[in-house]
């Protein structure tokens, strides 16, 4: 269909995408069905990511990471939602990751991130709670000192990995009267700890391999020693210095499922056949898929620009939340128009198009709501 190679690509790379394809078609296609009736990715299969070395793969290997960047995280996100699959929280371990390379302690690095490179630990991230969402601000879990620990109570919602996280970068208030200064980061390691609940996992309208889940946190005691930094009130800032690489994997994930939703429709329109022709040889199905074309690689150019950038540490927040909303919205546009070019099938549940539109449409709400970006957009000019 296209013979547009990323200019961010280079032998090392091409190299590891063959083995990032082989190992998704292998390793996760067969078991996405029943990840999507059980609502999670099994925790055998993280260690299997980490085994192979799909996990954390631009954390330095004095950490235990792959020692690449982030075009190497680019390459396995793009291999899994071009196939349509969305069940592997592998964008919140990644995030969870680089708070604790970029912030925490010597300790601490040392402490977690080998085990989250090698799948034993998988990342969560908590911010959002029942009545808040963007308002990073209004958060209520309390986080309150008791000699060598904090107890922590409250609640959090829509947490991705939260059935199967096992090391949470849990967003606390460490101080009532301080606004965004009275934020902190704690890290919980969630195995067996007294006070932690997991509540019911939350029936979405898409992404049903993904496991997502309320939480709930009462009387429990974290070491002080968890305080990622080590010190408090660097919470927010800390969650605001990490949001373009978090926005620019949204941007993967759109251009990636586009161009996958593309690849997929001409198949169907090749062999679809309608008044005694395939359909492509319709001219509104070609102008359509033509303008969807268009838009896709209009993105993926911006798209690698911005790789490129995060890959060394360059991109601005505005540029980031440029991509997240451009890529995000083009991307609901397009999977609709592949949809109706299926007809009656598009909506049903066992064609890839269908799941692909239902999973894409969180895209412009996550990391960022659209109208969050806009104002990022605005306040720049």
């Not at 190679?5 to 082989?22: C, K, Q, Y």
């Not at 299997?48 to 996990?55: P, S, T, V």
């Not at 993967?252 to 499922?257: F, G, I, L, T």
């Not at 895209?363 to 104002?375: D, K, V």
């Amino acid at each position: 269909m296209s013979n547009y190679v990323s200019p961010w690509m280079n032998e090392e790379l091409t190299i590891f995408r063959d083995a990032a394809s082989r190992f998704v078609e292998q390793e996760m296609v067969p078991r996405d069905p029943e990840w999507r009736r059980q609502h999670h990715v099994d925790k055998d299969f993280w260690r299997l990511a980490g085994r192979q070395g799909f996990l954390c793969t631009d954390i330095p290997e004095s950490y235990g990471g792959g020692g690449g960047d982030f075009r190497h995280e680019a390459v396995f996100f793009e291999e899994q939602w071009r196939r349509g699959l969305s069940g592997l929280g592998q964008g919140v371990h990644s995030i969870t990751a680089h708070y604790i390379l970029n912030h925490a302690t010597e300790e601490q690095k040392q402490r977690w991130l080998p085990a989250m490179a090698r799948g034993d630990l998988i990342g969560a991230i908590a911010m959002t709670e029942p009545g808040t969402g963007s308002d990073l601000k209004a958060i209520r879990t309390r986080a309150v000192r008791d000699g060598d620990h904090y107890v922590v109570n409250g609640a959090k919602m829509f947490i991705t990995n939260g059935y199967l996280g096992e090391l949470l970068a849990l967003v606390v208030r460490t101080d009532a009267d301080a606004g965004a200064r009275g934020l902190s980061i704690l890290m919980l390691e969630t195995r067996e700890l007294p006070g932690f609940r997991v509540g019911r996992m939350l029936e979405k309208m898409g992404q049903k391999s993904q496991d997502t889940c309320e939480l709930f946190f009462e009387d429990v005691r974290v070491p002080a020693a968890n305080l990622l930094g080590g010190r408090e009130g660097q919470g927010f800032a800390q969650l605001m210095s990490d949001l373009p690489y978090e926005r620019t994997q949204v941007g993967v994930q759109s251009v990636a499922m586009m161009e996958g939703a593309i690849a997929e429709t001409l198949a169907y329109v090749k062999q679809r056949e309608a008044f005694g022709a395939p359909l492509l040889e319709l001219q509104n199905t070609r102008f359509r898929l033509a303008e969807a074309q268009a838009t896709t690689r209009v993105s993926r150019v911006f798209l690698d620009y911005c790789i490129a950038a995060v890959a060394t540490g360059e991109l601005d927040n505005v540029s980031a939340a440029m991509c997240k909303y451009w890529t995000s919205e083009r991307l609901q546009q397009v999977l609709d128009v592949c949809l109706q070019m299926h007809g009656g099938y598009g909506y049903m549940d066992e064609y890839l198009i269908c799941r692909m539109y239902a999973d894409a449409r969180v895209a412009r709400i996550y990391a960022g709501t659209s109208e969050i970006m806009l104002e990022v957009i605005a306040r720049g000019l």
